[in-house]
C-alpha cells in the first residue's frame, strides 16, 4: 500500500464503505479501494519513549571542574556525568566534622564530671542520713549534680545538631557531581569544564533512557470510535528509510481532544482535532527506527477486531 499524507488517508478511509458499496468500471478502481478497507482507521504518529528524553541539569551553581562521559556515551543509574569544583564543599565538611568533635569531647568532659558529682552526692548523703556529716553538703553536691546533668544534655543536644550539620555538608559535597538517574545513552552534552552553571541555566544533559519504544499516534476524531485498546496495529515508516513493518497494539487512548502536532499543512492543523493514541510495539523494533521518527499507524481490520497476541 502506497503511503499518503494523513489527511488522504482519513479522506479515503471514510469513503472507503462507499466505493467498495459501488461498481467500478475499471479494475484500477477497485485495485485502489481495497488496501484501504482492510484497516479500521490510520493515523500518523512518531516513536517515542515513555517519558521521554531526559533533561538533566547541574544541581547547584558552580564551576565545572570534570567532565566523565561523551555524547553517544551508554552510561549506567549512578555513574557520575560530571563534576563541579568541590573545594568549597569540602571546606563545609571539614568544619562541620571539626565541631562535631568539639562538641562530642565538651559531652564527654560533662559526662565524666556528672558521674564524680553524683557519687560524691550519694556518699554525703548517706554521712548525714547517718548523723555523720553535713546536711547541707549533701544538698548542694546534689545541686551541683543535677546543674551538670543540664549542661550535659544541653553538649548532647549540640552534638546533635553539629551531626546533622555534618550531614547536610556531605550532602552539599555530594550535590556538585551530577550522576545519571537511570541506565541511558547520551544524546547531547551542553556543558565544558570551566564554565559557570546552575540549575536554572538549562539541561547540562540530555539523556535517553534505555526502555521500551512506544509509537504515540494523533488518532482523528472520526475514528476514535473505531479503535480501542488492546486492538492490533501494523507501524509503517513514513520516511521511505526500507524499515519493515512492524506490528503493536493499543496500550492507551486519550481523553482530551487537541489540535495536531503532527500535521504539516497549517490549515489542516487549524482544523484538526485529534486525540493521543499509545501503542507498544509486539517486538523490539529494529535500531533504525529513531526517536522522533515519524510512522503511519494502520489499525485492525475492515471490521475492527482484531486484537493484540495472545489477548
Known amino acids: 500500500m502506497t503511503l499518503r499524507p494523513l489527511y488522504s488517508l482519513l479522506a479515503l478511509a471514510l469513503v472507503v464503505p462507499v466505493l467498495v458499496g459501488c461498481s467500478h468500471d475499471s479494475d484500477q478502481a477497485s485495485t ?19 517519558g521521554g528524553l531526559l533533561k538533566l541539569s547541574m544541581p547547584r551553581e558552580g564551576v565545572v571542574a570534570d567532565i566523565k562521559v561523551r555524547e553517544g556515551d551508554h552510561v549506567h543509574k549512578g555513574q557520575v556525568l560530571a563534576v563541579l569544583d568541590t573545594r568549597p564543599a569540602e571546606l563545609a565538611v571539614s568544619a562541620a566534622d571539626a565541631e562535631q568533635k568539639q562538641a562530642k ?57 553539629a551531626a546533622q550539620k555534618l550531614t547536610a555538608a556531605r550532602y552539599e559535597l555530594a550535590q556538585r557531581s551530577l ?66 513493518m512492524l506490528g503493536a497494539h493499543v496500550q492507551r487512548i486519550g481523553t482530551v481532544f487537541g489540535p495536531s502536532a503532527l500535521e504539516e499543512d497549517p490549515l489542516i492543523r487549524a482544523n484538526t482535532r485529534t486525540v493521543e493514541c499509545v501503542l507498544v510495539f509486539d517486538e523490539a523494533p529494529p535500531p533504525s527506527l529513531r526517536i522522533g521518527q515519524r510512522v503511519i499507524v494502520q489499525f485492525g481490520d475492515a471490521k475492527g477486531v482484531r486484537a493484540k497476541p495472545g489477548a
Do not use: C, W
Not at 485502489?32 to 515513555?50: K, M, W
Not at 551542553?190 to 494523533?218: C, K
Open 32 to 50: 485502489q479501494a481495497t488496501p484501504a478497507a482492510t484497516y479500521a482507521a490510520v493515523a500518523r504518529g512518531r516513536v517515542d519513549i515513555e
Open 105 to 161: 569531647a565538651q559531652g564527654n568532659l560533662l559526662e565524666a564530671r556528672l558521674k564524680a558529682a553524683q557519687q560524691r552526692a550519694t556518699r554525703l548523703q548517706a554521712a548525714a542520713a547517718a548523723g555523720a556529716g553535713d546536711g547541707q553538703s549533701a544538698d548542694d553536691a546534689k545541686d551541683a549534680a543535677n546543674q551538670l546533668q543540664g549542661e550535659l544534655d544541653n553538649a548532647r543536644a549540640a552534638e546533635a545538631m
Open 179 to 244: 550522576v545519571a538517574p537511570v541506565d541511558a545513552q547520551i544524546v547531547e552534552r551542553d556543558i565544558q569544564p570551566g564554565a559557570t552553571v546552575s540549575p536554572q541555566g538549562g539541561a547540562a544533559f540530555v539523556l535517553l533512557p534505555e526502555g521500551a519504544r512506544i509509537v504515540r499516534a494523533e488518532l482523528n476524531e472520526s475514528f476514535v470510535g473505531a479503535v480501542h485498546e488492546g486492538m492490533h496495529a501494523e507501524v509503517v515508516d513514513d520516511s521511505g528509510s526500507g524499515v519493515p
